[in-house]
């Protein structure tokens, strides 16, 4: 792929005029009804730590569901567990040259979330293969472990992907983080530098909030902290009471019932039990800002200006992040709301640009 001056990288999104607004743009895109044209069928990966993860695939020669009408709330995971291969039934190690794309989702999403559906439906109509990594307990079921997942977890996406690549070596993989997702795997893009071309040949983050100090800032204030942080919250405190009582934690339960903001919860829990100081060591550590001129895979990056969880004058300027980086901040979006077409809308101009700019990369 030739290198893209992310100076000139433009994006062809605008959002309808029926849906103004960064708040209402995320909201509905959130909210919309989505048709799972496809099954998933689950895997269990052990994790060097003794913990484990489980991942979603999409199998594109299977038929789509019998059920019709099938939101979120028609996931049907088939149960498969890790074999002898370390395959899932029905899938085995790629024989000749294909490509898979593996997707990394956000805080306390799935492989139900909406972005995760369209996605898969896109693969789906394409015949192309594609997965979802469930961050640890974001797949139904609290992870064994006393941590959880993290922001920065950079060192999780490497023996992922690289386990990935190891079974497929033939395969062109693909990667796509959103959000914090995202976060992650551009951190991990930059850390490794060149060695990261050796595993994934091209990589997408959306909607990714690069610096997690004034991300934290955005979302703990304001119309942004009774939206989405009290959501976040509502999701993440009984994982972590369980996890409390499980492991004997010396956590104050009523201190973790208490908590309204980010900065409570990643000063109680997430910083002390993942290797950091405090919520602004964590932060600074985590955040993937830092790294992007040292990517060397054709990453796209996709940020909407009016994102509710992060400004726009905030998002990285071109001489921020290397020439392998294509910048395309839209005016409007939200976070993950690029719906588009006339009332209702829907979201298939997301997954359409990811597979486009992938198709790029290996031109």
């Not at 001056?5 to 309808?16: D, F, K, Q, R, V």
């Not at 796209?300 to 020439?323: C, H, K, Y």
């Amino acid at each position: 792929m030739k290198d893209r001056s992310a100076s000139t990288a433009l994006s062809y999104y605008s959002a309808p005029t029926w849906l103004p607004g960064g708040h209402l743009q995320t909201i509905y895109a959130y909210a919309l009804r989505q048709t799972m044209n496809f099954t998933y069928r689950r895997e269990r990966w052990e994790t060097p730590d003794g913990d484990f993860i489980d991942l979603d695939w999409l199998d594109p020669s299977t038929p789509a569901p019998a059920f019709a009408g099938g939101s979120r709330s028609g996931f049907r995971p088939t149960g498969v567990v890790e074999g002898a291969t370390g395959l899932p039934v029905g899938l085995h190690p790629s024989t000749e040259s294909s490509s898979l794309v593996v997707l990394f989702h956000g805080m306390e999403g799935s492989s139900r979330s909406h972005y995760a559906i369209c996605l898969m439906n896109e693969l789906k109509g394409r015949g192309m293969r594609g997965v979802v990594v469930h961050l640890r307990g974001c797949s139904g079921e609290v992870n064994r472990l006393a941590r959880a997942y993290h922001s920065g977890d950079s060192s999780e996406i490497d023996w992922i992907l690289r386990r990935l690549k190891q079974r497929e070596p033939k395969s062109r993989l693909y990667t796509v983080g959103v959000s914090i997702g995202g976060n992650m795997l551009l951190k991990w893009l930059g850390e490794q530098g060149e060695n990261a071309s050796g595993v994934v040949d091209g990589a997408a983050a959306i909607s990714v909030p690069v610096d997690l100090t004034i991300a934290a800032q955005r979302l703990d204030c304001d119309w942004s902290k009774l939206i989405y942080t009290s959501r976040f919250l509502r999701s993440m405190k009984p994982k972590l009471l369980a996890k409390i009582s499980t492991h004997d934690l010396p956590i104050d339960t009523g201190a973790v019932r208490a908590t309204s903001t980010f900065r409570e919860i990643d000063d109680l829990y997430t910083a002390p039990f993942h290797g950091f100081k405090d919520a602004p060591d964590y932060w600074q550590r985590s955040s993937s800002k830092p790294w992007l001129r040292r990517i060397r895979v054709p990453t796209l990056m996709i940020n909407a200006r009016n994102d509710p969880f992060f400004p726009g004058d905030a998002l990285p300027t071109p001489a921020e992040v290397s020439d392998r980086v294509a910048l395309e901040f839209s005016q409007t979006g939200g976070h993950v709301g690029f719906v588009t077409g006339k009332f209702p809308g829907d979201l298939s101009w997301l997954p359409s640009r990811i597979l486009r700019f992938f198709a790029q990369a290996v031109e």
